[in-house]
T-cell receptor, first 113, second 112 residues
């Protein structure tokens, strides 16, 4: 069983569209994250949720809206997609708010045309 | 903000060779982490370090927490083709719990 799974693996869409990426973890962790990896492979945190509560919200455009229906799921909805949104988006989870040991999903490669 | 600088940016080595890479920080870290990212996958934690001077091994991998607390080192002995990937150092990024700051990565290529 995959510990942190995200769908879809690949997402190709037109500028201006709205899209969602889903993430689920079966590790029993209480904290989940979204990270963005740019074309230079630089990883940067976007959001973090602990027990469905938003605890980290980096300076991300408000076109990005995370939603955590329960502590095992953290979805990312993106409105009005722009070319610069093209990147690989990783979901991750950990146990506890201050645990740096993250378990990552395999990523969603988003291409905005 | 905090920055982590990794070097080298990339390495091309022959199978069987040893590899060394390092990571330096502009500020003191209390925890150092080393992750590996295989092509098409997410990063996987290799080693976590919690104490200045600490030396920790995981198979052929050995990592050290620098005495100054501003650097860390990762060594891979007797490299094999499956060591190919991107190696990231990371540390707690500021006061936000669970927020990691990542280095820019070292890309490792191993020739059989």
């Amino acid at each position: 069983d995959t510990a942190v799974s995200q769908t879809p693996k690949y997402l190709v869409t037109q500028m201006g569209n709205d899209k969602s990426i889903k993430c689920e973890q079966n590790l029993g962790h209480d904290t989940m994250y979204w990270y963005k990896q740019d074309s230079k492979k630089f990883l940067k945190i976007m959001f973090s949720y602990n027990n469905k509560e938003l605890i980290i919200n980096e300076t991300v455009p408000n076109r990005f809206s995370p939603k955590s229906p329960d502590k095992a799921h953290l979805n990312l909805h993106i409105n009005s997609l722009e070319l610069g949104d093209s990147a690989v988006y990783f979901c991750a989870s950990s146990q506890g708010r201050s645990n740096e040991k993250l378990f990552f999903g395999s990523g969603t490669q988003l291409s905005v045309l | 903000g905090q920055q982590l600088n990794q070097s080298p940016q990339s390495m091309f080595i022959q199978e069987g060779e040893d590899v060394s890479m390092n990571c330096t920080s502009s500020s003191i870290f209390n925890t150092w982490l080393w992750y590996k990212q295989d092509p098409g996958e997410g990063p996987v934690l290799l080693i976590a370090l919690y104490k200045a001077g600490e030396l920790t091994s995981n198979g052929r991998l050995t990592a050290q927490f620098g005495i100054t607390r501003k650097d860390s080192f990762l060594n891979i002995s007797a490299s094999i083709p499956s060591d190919v990937g991107i190696y990231f150092c990371a540390g707690p990024g500021g006061t936000s719990y669970g927020k990691l700051t990542f280095g820019q990565g070292t890309i490792l290529t191993v020739h059989p």
